[in-house]
Structure formats: structure tokens, C-alpha cells
């Protein structure tokens, strides 16, 4: 059965360092989606991006984010300048442009941010 | 999207029914309700949706109320693998990119 997946699964990093978080969405898939859910809270939707827009951010989805599809597979998150807030689980999710559009979710990458 | 409204947490046998409930009262005619899982920090998996009609997939059954105020979603032989937080949400499922609006979920714990 088709997946989502994500590299890496851990990144411990430095304040102030750029992380790139990856995620493969599902090969028919045209809508990508970043979702975070820091420790014991919330999942977060962070942004939607389609035909090689972003179609809609969240207000945690500030300056320093920004994310690429920079080939025909991959779909990247990258964060500019870290913060300590920004430790959390990053979910990428992908869906098909049809009736149900269900979301499926890959297993996450967990960012450290020291 | 309408708010939903679940229970925090709920117990369960190993091997009986689990039936979790859920809320929307303000559910507009074309929004759909959506059950997804999430079991400890990993990614949600989504388990089934539906507009009206009851509907069963090879995980789950989901009964929605004939006014669509309310639904409930079961799990019909619980396993300890069915152990997770369970996530309603209401959306309407096209336009492009609608975003997933997660709540707390219910935590549904099977007990040996």
C-alpha cells in the first residue's frame, strides 16, 4: 500500500540553525500539507500547497518557514532560523484532488532544537 | 469547519466493541465527518469517513445520527494495538488543500 514518508525520523539541531525536513508524498497525490504537534499538545496544520503554491498557512507559518517541491517526489519544510519553540513532531500528509480527498499522514520527523 | 465535541478519555475490554461518540452539532449540510488515529507520537492514520450514511471499512464502523449531529465511531473487536488517541473532524472534503482542524480526541485505552 502506498505511503508517506519522512527523512530523517530525528534531527537534533542548534538555536539558530536552517533545518530541511523531507517527506515523499504519495506518487498521485497533488496536495501537500505540513502538520507539527508539540509535546503533549495539539496537532497543528501548518500549510497546504498545491500546483506549486502555497494554498493556505497558519499563523505559526511565519518567515521563517517556507516550503519546496523541488522535484517531481520530494516535498521539503524548511526552517530558516531555529528556535527552542520549534521542537516538536513535523507531520507531512498528502491527499488525491477527488470528492473524498482524505489525508494520509506520514510518520513524522522529530525535531530537537538545543 | 463545525466543532466537534469528545469525550477525553474512554476504556475498553480487549476483544469487545469499543463505541466512541462524537459531537457536532453545527455540521453544516456538506461537511463530511472524518475519524483518524493516533497512536503515541506517530504520524494520525486515518480510519473512515462519511456524509450520512453508516459506513464500514475493514478497520472500523461509523454510525451518523439521522439529523448528522452527532456519530459514533466503532471498533468492533478491540485489540491492544487499538490502544490511541481518536480524532473527529468535520470538514468539507473539496476546494482544494482544506486543512485537517484536530481537537484533544478522545484517549481510548484497551485493557487486557
Known amino acids: 500500500e502506498p505511503e508517506v514518508t519522512q527523512t530523517p525520523s530525528h534531527q537534533v539541531t542548534q538555536m539558530g540553525q536552517e533545518v530541511i525536513l523531507r517527506c515523499v508524498p504519495i506518487?498521485?497525490?497533488?496536495?501537500f500539507y505540513w502538520y507539527r504537534q508539540i509535546l503533549g499538545q495539539k496537532v497543528e496544520f501548518l500549510v497546504s500547497?498545491?500546483?506549486?503554491?502555497?494554498?493556505?498557512k497558519s499563523e505559526i507559518f511565519d518567515d521563517q518557514f517556507s516550503v519546496e517541491r523541488p522535484d517531481g517526489s520530494n516535498f521539503t519544510l524548511k526552517i530558516r532560523s531555529t528556535k527552542l519553540e520549534d521542537s516538536a513532531m513535523y507531520f507531512c500528509?498528502?491527499?488525491?484532488?477527488?470528492?473524498?480527498?482524505?489525508?494520509?499522514f506520514g510518520p513524522g520527523t522529530r525535531l530537537l532544537v538545543l | 469547519d463545525a466543532k466537534t465535541t469528545q469525550p477525553p478519555s474512554m476504556d475498553c475490554a480487549e476483544g469487545r466493541a469499543a463505541n466512541l461518540p462524537c459531537n457536532h452539532s453545527?455540521?453544516?449540510?456538506?461537511?463530511?465527518v472524518y475519524w483518524y488515529r493516533q497512536i503515541h507520537s506517530q504520524g494520525p492514520q486515518y480510519i473512515i469517513h462519511?456524509?450520512?450514511n453508516n459506513e464500514t471499512n475493514e478497520m472500523a464502523s461509523l454510525i451518523i445520527t439521522e439529523d448528522r449531529k452527532s456519530s459514533t465511531l466503532i471498533l468492533p473487536h478491540a485489540t491492544l494495538r487499538d490502544t490511541a488517541v481518536y480524532y473527529c473532524?468535520?470538514?468539507?472534503?473539496?476546494?482544494?488543500?482544506?486543512?485537517?482542524?484536530f481537537g484533544q480526541g478522545t484517549r481510548l485505552t484497551i485493557n487486557p
Open positions: 453545527t455540521i453544516s449540510g456538506n461537511e463530511y
Open positions: 500528509a498528502s491527499s488525491e484532488i477527488r470528492a473524498s480527498e482524505t489525508q494520509y
Open positions: 473532524i468535520v470538514r468539507v472534503p473539496y476546494g482544494g488543500a482544506q486543512k485537517l482542524v
Open positions: 462519511g456524509l450520512k
Open positions: 506518487s498521485n497525490h497533488l496536495y
Open positions: 500547497f498545491y500546483n506549486n503554491e502555497i494554498s493556505e
